[in-house]
């Protein structure tokens, strides 16, 4: 959904974006970001077994196509994942609902694409647990409080928070849609925008009729995934929009996708509906690390897929403030993309 009216930067972000479409480009900015994928899946199996129990967890997602119109649509993009993720496969209707027995027979299949190796997981609870290793190891959170600026003087910096103000070795920017407006303050000039996305979950009232992996109906936008007792609808999206409100078409199209897909698996008249802002960037992958500012870093950008990469950002950041060298390479998900200094 795209507003009546775009203010500058959003037409600045449209344009980029679109300029971003184009084959060649698309197909380096999907292979930096497989990078950052492959490599937070490696840091989150180091993570699981010594600390973090990621409960819930289903392995293997499906796309669905309804059409062959969407199947032909999809098509440069598929064989680009040829190239990345060797082992995904093309599958017709019927092999896919042998995989996901439940997918209701009466709604129109042409095709999907399975992918063995993604996974999801409960991204809150992981988010929790961590929280508590790290006050563990002696970290301290504040909640609850706004950074109303970040200012500079010299080689450092400091962190406001009301009247008090922290002096700080380094800060690592991670504030989501408003990093944007933050960096600007301070000189640096993104083009991070939010786009409002939407989810719905509701209680499963059939465990014989829930998703056994995770899919995505790649018509409409709109991933599927059981957490446990729960069934998870989430996507479609709103650029420029940073109201909490949720347009009645975002909620009729989640419960379309449930109702067509798994209709017996849950009643999603009665879902929790919710939104969120995704700090996005018109080429796709985020961006981490140094800045033109000493000792100032970010963390941004991951758009859509926060969790996929959160791991792996975390672990390049902490090893770039720490002069430890990177496990990967970080061309292409650096401020030096946009043509910035990066130290
Ligand atoms: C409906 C929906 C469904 C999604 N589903 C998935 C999914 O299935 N898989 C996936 O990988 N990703 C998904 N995402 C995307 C994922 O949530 C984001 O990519 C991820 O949250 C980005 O993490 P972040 O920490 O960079 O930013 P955020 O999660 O936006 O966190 C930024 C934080 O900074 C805080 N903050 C902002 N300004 C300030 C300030 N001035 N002072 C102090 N704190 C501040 C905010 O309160 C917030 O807590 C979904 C997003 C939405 C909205």
Not at 227 to 241: F, K, P, Q
Request: net charge neutral; glycine share 8%.
């Amino acid at each position: 959904m795209l507003p009546r009216k775009l203010d500058p930067a959003l037409w600045r972000w449209v344009r980029l974006w679109l300029s971003e479409c184009e084959l060649e480009k698309f197909r380096t900015n999907m292979q930096r970001m497989q990078r950052l994928y492959d490599y937070s899946r490696s840091i989150l199996r180091q993570l699981e077994p010594q600390v973090l129990q990621i409960d819930e967890k289903t392995q293997g997602y499906l796309q669905l196509f309804r059409t062959a119109q969407d199947l032909a649509l999809a098509g440069p993009a598929l064989s680009m994942l040829a190239e990345l993720d060797g082992a995904h496969r093309l599958l017709d209707a019927d092999a896919a609902r042998l995989l996901e027995p439940a997918l209701a027979p009466q709604t129109a299949l042409a095709g999907a694409l399975y992918l063995p190796h993604a996974e999801t997981a409960n991204c809150p609870l992981f988010t929790k647990q961590l929280k508590h290793i790290a006050m563990s190891m002696g970290v301290e959170f504040i909640f609850g409080n706004s950074v109303s600026a970040i200012t500079q003087n010299g080689s450092k910096l400091a962190l406001h928070i009301g009247e008090t103000s922290f002096a700080t070795d380094a800060i690592v920017l991670a504030a989501g849609a408003e990093s944007a407006r933050m960096l600007k303050e301070l000189g640096i000039n993104t083009p991070l925008f939010p786009v409002k996305s939407y989810a719905a979950t509701a209680i499963v009232k059939d465990m014989e009729a829930v998703p056994l992996a995770a899919l995505t109906d790649e018509t409409y936008r709109v991933s599927i995934t059981r957490m446990g007792n729960r069934i998870r609808l989430a996507g479609t999206a709103e650029l420029a929009s940073r109201s909490a409100t949720m347009p009645d078409i975002a909620q009729r199209t989640l419960r379309k996708v449930g109702n067509d897909w798994f209709p017996h698996a849950a009643n999603y008249n009665h879902a929790h509906f919710w939104c969120g802002l995704q700090a996005t960037l018109p080429d796709g992958p985020p961006l981490i690390g140094a800045t033109p500012i000493k000792n100032l870093f970010v963390n941004i950008g991951h758009g859509a897929n926060g969790w996929a990469m959160a791991a792996g950002a975390g672990k390049l950041v902490a090893d770039i403030i720490s002069e430890r060298t990177p496990e990967i390479g970080l061309d292409g998900l650096t401020l030096a993309r946009y043509g910035m200094h990066t130290g």
